[in-house]
């Protein structure tokens, strides 16, 4: 019997994810002119001229270099028709993918927790994130020397889900900004929401797809 979208939705989720992130990345690189020089009327930077000039600028901008990155590198590195095409870039490219998010994104994402807009939940967001991040690439990338393949890859799609998380925060808050909605407790909800969400749907997805199989070994 051929797979139809409910037994196997990826055919098509695949493309549409890709396609999402890279016009989401675009409305996010659109704001970078506003963050260099930096401009404290910008919705991000508003307020925030006091922690600028310390240690937060370096965090911020290490940031803005890795996050796009990484998010780059990851739809490169999961689009299994480039893998076929160049397989000789996988290994190089992942090396960097992991230099990238554990030197970079992580530890930029751990300091600009702390001074989170919003406050200490979303900011307990973000670090929770910045954690789940670094223990799925470290274990992706320790699987793969160990030629632990198939462990590599459920790691690496781990870390790819929660790189998505940013692009999902967009999501949210353009969604509310449509819906009118401008509640206090959004923000620090949707940090949490953003990662979470996805990852719990990504393992329930995983979950059942190993279920189906050992029901279809059983018959
Ligand atoms: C997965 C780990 C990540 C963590 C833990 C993280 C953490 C953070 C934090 C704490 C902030 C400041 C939020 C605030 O003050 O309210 C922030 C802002 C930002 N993040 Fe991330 N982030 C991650 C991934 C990414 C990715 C993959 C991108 C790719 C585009 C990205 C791009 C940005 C940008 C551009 C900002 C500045 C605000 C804006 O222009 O929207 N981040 N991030």
Redesign the pocket.
């Known amino acids: 019997m051929r797979a139809g979208f409910l037994t196997d939705p990826r055919p098509l989720l695949r493309p549409l994810t890709g396609l999402l992130v890279c016009v989401?990345?675009a409305g996010?690189?659109r704001?970078?002119p506003r963050?260099l020089p930096p401009d404290f009327t910008?919705?991000?930077l508003l307020g925030?001229d006091a922690d600028f000039y310390g240690g937060y600028q370096w965090a911020?901008y290490a940031?803005?270099a890795?996050?796009?990155?990484?998010?780059l590198l990851?739809l490169a590195l999961m689009t299994a028709a480039l893998r076929q095409r160049f397989p000789a870039w996988h290994r190089p490219l992942g090396r960097v993918q992991v230099a990238v998010?554990l030197l970079g994104?992580?530890p930029?994402?751990?300091?600009?927790?702390?001074?989170?807009?919003?406050g200490a939940v979303?900011?307990l967001g973000?670090?929770a994130?910045?954690v789940?991040?670094a223990a799925c690439a470290g274990l992706g990338w320790r699987a793969a020397v160990q030629r632990r393949f198939a462990t590599h890859e459920t790691w690496m799609t781990r870390l790819f889900v929660?790189?998505?998380?940013?692009?999902v925060?967009?999501l949210i808050a353009g969604l509310a900004y449509l819906a009118r909605l401008d509640a206090d407790w959004l923000?620090p909800a949707a940090?949490w929401a953003s990662?979470l969400v996805p990852l719990i749907a990504h393992e329930t997805w995983l979950v059942t797809r190993r279920d189906r199989s050992s029901d279809r070994q059983c018959e």
């Open positions: 989401v990345l996010i690189l704001n970078y963050y910008s919705d991000f925030r911020f940031h803005l890795a996050g796009p990155a990484t998010l990851g998010v994104l992580v930029s994402g751990l300091w600009m927790s702390a001074y989170a807009a919003t979303a900011g973000f670090a994130l910045s789940a991040t929660l790189l998505c998380s940013a692009v925060l967009r923000y940090a990662w």
